[in-house]
Every structure is written in C-alpha cells, then in structure tokens.
C-alpha cells in the first residue's frame, strides 16, 4: 500500500509478520514488540530493516532495548478521536530518543497532519487512494506552526520560576 513520507507518495515496502508467521529470510519486516524482542535475543538476522507496530493501549518504553536496533515504529489510530498515538509518538521522539521513522497508520485524517507531524510522525498510511492529492497538498501548504512545542529547556525554566 502507497504511504505519504516527506509531502511523497512513496510504495510501502514494509511487511508486516504475524506472530504465528515464519519471518522472511529477506526483506523490510514489522513485528510485534514481543516478537520483535524474541528474534533479536536470539541474534537471528535477516536481510533487511526491522520494525515495530505497537498497539495503541501499549507503552512504547517496552521497545527500548530495541531502540537503537529498529528502522521504524507504527503507531496505531483505532479512531480518529484517539489521541493516544501522538503521546506514543512524543514519548518516543522526546524522551526515548527514537530516531528512526514514526509512520501513523489507522483511522487518520488530513486535518491531523500537522499536529501528527510536531508530535513526530513522518509518514503516513493512506488507506483511501483518492485523498492522496489532498494529504500532499496539506502537507505542503501546512508547514508552519503558530504555536511553540514544548522543549525541556522550556520545562527548566518554569520549574526554576516556580522555585524562586
């Protein structure tokens, strides 16, 4: 499936395995943490990038020893309504240090894009093809925040002001 990375429609060349499923001996792969935690214990290596896909009720901290081992992490939107992925995406930017992509996949809209995008996300899974246009169009014309995000310089001074 088509994603949108960088304001781009790019394919998607990520497979996702199923706990159950034999992993590939080639290839980009997303796991479950659990699964993912399991074939990188036992220093099983395949050719190609390894992924995560957290559910939208888990804490990201249980990637943490694989942070520095896995190319991507999707994070869930079950509705639109859910903000529960942009604290995933914030925790993982901000204080686990995740470099790697962050991709929003589920009940997504273009109106998000530019919070999604502040809180850390950097593709997006499209699931309707004929709003590519739209979603590449906000992307563009979206590229400015009004309002400041929060840094930990920021959470240093308000914490020195309240003190003195």
């Not at 081992?69 to 939107?77: A, P």
């Not at 919070?115 to 699931?127: N, V």
């Amino acid at each position: 499936m088509p994603i949108i990375r960088d304001g781009k429609i790019i394919e998607d060349h990520w497979l996702t395995i199923r706990d159950e499923d034999e992993i590939p001996d080639a290839g980009d792969i997303i796991l479950s943490p659990e699964h993912a935690l399991d074939y990188v214990a036992m220093g099983r290596r395949h050719k190609g990038r390894l992924g995560a896909r957290i559910k939208s009720d888990a804490n990201p901290e249980t990637l943490g020893p694989l942070l520095d081992k896995i190319d991507l992490i999707e994070l869930e939107f079950l509705s639109f309504t859910d903000g529960r992925a942009y604290s995933q995406a914030t925790q993982l930017r901000q204080h686990l240090g995740f470099k790697g992509e962050i991709r929003a996949r589920g009940n997504i809209l273009v109106d998000q894009l530019q919070f999604m995008r502040r809180c850390g996300f950097d593709s997006f899974e499209i699931t309707d093809k004929r709003h590519f246009k739209v979603w590449q169009k906000t992307y563009a014309d979206l590229n400015h925040a009004y309002q400041r995000r929060a840094q930990p310089n920021d959470l240093t001074g308000i914490r020195k002001a309240r003190a003195g």
